[in-house]
């Protein structure tokens, strides 16, 4: 079974609205994190936001704020006031339980294309 | 700001050949990692490195590929004999140990290499 689902392969918003990127997770921890990369197409991968299982709050950075329902196991990253730089691959990660000697890898989705129109 | 950096951004060799991929971790980082990309997929998890030793690795991770940490800056990923599937970007990352052993902090990530197999 997947770890981490984005069902959404390609979006499109247009400029200064707000788009959802869809996020699913699968884990029988109740210790994780969950993470979103932007991957511009030059390619490198940039960290945008975070939730731990534990946070009570919903992360936000700016204009990207993680809609975290614990219950539906879902992490979904929303963007706000879409600039025509946010054009990108968006992935969604988790880290499950601390492994001793400092594993906690990543697992990620399969990710979303975000096109932002004028 | 301090970053990841990966050297070389793109490297091509013939299939059989052995290759060697450099990573400079961000230098008060302890945890290291290898993931690759292939083509137009989702990020896979290759190795995790922490105390000059492999903490996890994943399938892909067989007795072809070795990674080194030679001195106190570089980590390096090998791949003995290149096979074409072993074409993909390759990301370093690195993770530093926040007091208390916190599990939030993030995965840096390089600007990764770009691994041709012809």
């Known amino acids: 079974a997947q770890k981490i689902t984005q069902t959404q392969p390609g979006m499109f918003v247009q400029e200064k609205e707000a788009v959802t990127l869809d996020c699913t997770y699968d884990?029988?921890?109740?210790?994780?994190?969950l993470f979103w990369y932007k991957q511009p197409s030059s390619g490198e991968m940039i960290f945008l936001i975070y939730?731990?299982?534990?946070?009570?709050q919903n992360a936000t950075e700016g204009r990207y704020s993680l809609n975290f329902q614990k219950a539906r196991k879902s992490a979904n990253l929303v963007i706000s006031a879409s600039q025509l730089g946010d054009s990108a691959m968006y992935f969604c990660?988790?880290?499950?339980?601390?492994?001793?000697?400092?594993?906690?890898?990543?697992?990620f989705g399969t990710g979303t294309q975000l096109k932002v129109e004028l | 700001e301090p970053e990841v950096t990966q050297t070389p951004s793109h490297q091509v060799t013939q299939m059989g050949q052995e290759v060697i991929l450099r990573c400079v971790p961000i230098?008060?980082?302890?945890?290291f990692y290898w993931y690759r990309q292939i083509l137009g997929q989702k990020v896979e998890f290759l190795v995790s490195?922490?105390?000059?030793?492999?903490?996890?690795k994943s399938e892909i991770f067989d007795d072809q590929f070795s990674v080194e940490r030679p001195d106190g800056s570089n980590f390096t990923l090998k791949i003995r004999s290149t096979k074409l599937e072993d074409s993909a970007m390759y990301f370093c990352?690195?993770?530093?140990?926040?007091?208390?052993?916190?599990?939030?902090?993030?995965?840096?990530f390089g600007p990764g290499t770009r691994l041709t197999v012809l």
């Open positions: 884990t029988s921890d109740q210790s994780y994190g």
């Open positions: 990352a690195s993770r530093e140990r926040l007091a208390g052993g916190g599990s939030y902090n993030e995965q840096f």
């Open positions: 230098s008060n980082h302890l945890y």
């Open positions: 490195f922490y105390n000059n030793e492999i903490s996890e």
């Open positions: 990660a988790m880290r499950e339980r601390r492994v001793t000697g400092g594993g906690n890898k990543l697992t």
């Open positions: 939730q731990g299982s534990y946070d009570e």
